[in-house]
């Protein structure tokens, strides 16, 4: 069986809603489109693309996956990431999609989502999840999720998305890494470990 790993770019109050640039994604009115871009260096996308360069599936959610079709099939091929993306086998997770869809290598998954990803996980070695919040947030539900890749910036933001929404399951997780930037972001690894333990601080009487 596979491994699920979900990457997200996280401000310290928890948004993690477009990040690329201003225009992005306007959903719900959102105004902070572009907040990642003046905290990214040369070192932190070499990270990034270090982590994501083991994947052999990438798994997104209809808003992410629209955005990222939109973009990457006319990137520049200088740009690591263009090669990366389109050449891995794509998985969408959606109900109001319908197929074929446009990006070559796009599968829309049908049916049952935890069969459906169970199978992908069975077909891959490593599926990655990139954005795609509403699914995450039902990933999490079915504990298809093994690891959090956690970029966390230096920014309140106030409103947008968050990652860990309202209805998230209570799960455990066990650090496995950690770097720091200069300018303040933290890259956090997790797996998750199961449900949480429950202990008493109190003073014993």
């Given at each position: 069986?596979?491994?699920l790993?979900?990457?997200?770019?996280?401000?310290?109050?928890?948004?993690?809603?477009?990040?690329?640039?201003?225009?992005?994604?306007?959903?719900?009115?959102?105004?902070?489109?572009?907040?990642?871009?003046?905290?990214?260096?040369?070192?932190?996308?070499?990270?990034?693309?270090?982590?994501?360069?083991?994947?052999?599936?990438?798994?997104?959610?209809?808003?992410?996956?629209?955005?990222?079709?939109?973009?990457?099939?006319?990137?520049?091929?200088?740009?690591?990431?263009?090669?990366?993306?389109?050449?891995?086998?794509?998985?969408?997770?959606?109900?109001?999609?319908?197929?074929?869809?446009?990006?070559?290598?796009?599968?829309?998954?049908?049916?049952?989502?935890?069969?459906?990803?169970?199978?992908?996980k069975?077909?891959?070695?490593?599926?990655?999840?990139?954005?795609?919040?509403d699914?995450?947030?039902?990933?999490l539900?079915?504990?298809?999720?093994?690891?959090?890749?956690?970029?966390?910036?230096?920014?309140?933001?106030?409103?947008?998305k968050?990652?860990?929404?309202?209805?998230?399951?209570?799960?455990?997780?066990?650090?496995?890494?950690?770097?720091?930037?200069?300018n303040?972001?933290?890259?956090?690894?997790?797996?998750?470990?199961?449900?949480?333990?429950?202990?008493?601080?109190?003073?014993?009487?």
């Amino acid at each position: 069986m596979g491994k699920l790993i979900v990457t997200e770019f996280v401000t310290l109050d928890g948004v993690a809603q477009a990040p690329g640039g201003p225009d992005e994604d306007r959903d719900s009115g959102f105004t902070h489109g572009g907040w990642q871009a003046p905290l990214v260096d040369e070192e932190s996308g070499r990270v990034m693309f270090e982590q994501a360069r083991s994947m052999d599936a990438l798994l997104l959610g209809r808003r992410t996956y629209e955005i990222f079709a939109r973009y990457w099939p006319t990137a520049p091929e200088d740009m690591p990431f263009t090669g990366l993306l389109n050449g891995v086998a794509k998985y969408v997770a959606s109900r109001t999609l319908a197929g074929p869809l446009d990006w070559q290598g796009s599968t829309l998954l049908t049916g049952d989502l935890a069969e459906s990803i169970t199978t992908v996980k069975e077909r891959h070695d490593k599926v990655h999840v990139i954005g795609s919040l509403d699914l995450v947030q039902s990933l999490l539900r079915l504990g298809l999720v093994d690891r959090l890749n956690l970029w966390l910036y230096p920014l309140l933001l106030g409103s947008g998305k968050r990652v860990f929404a309202e209805g998230t399951v209570p799960t455990a997780l066990r650090l496995t890494e950690s770097v720091t930037a200069p300018n303040g972001t933290l890259q956090l690894t997790y797996e998750t470990t199961g449900a949480p333990t429950y202990g008493n601080l109190g003073a014993e009487a």
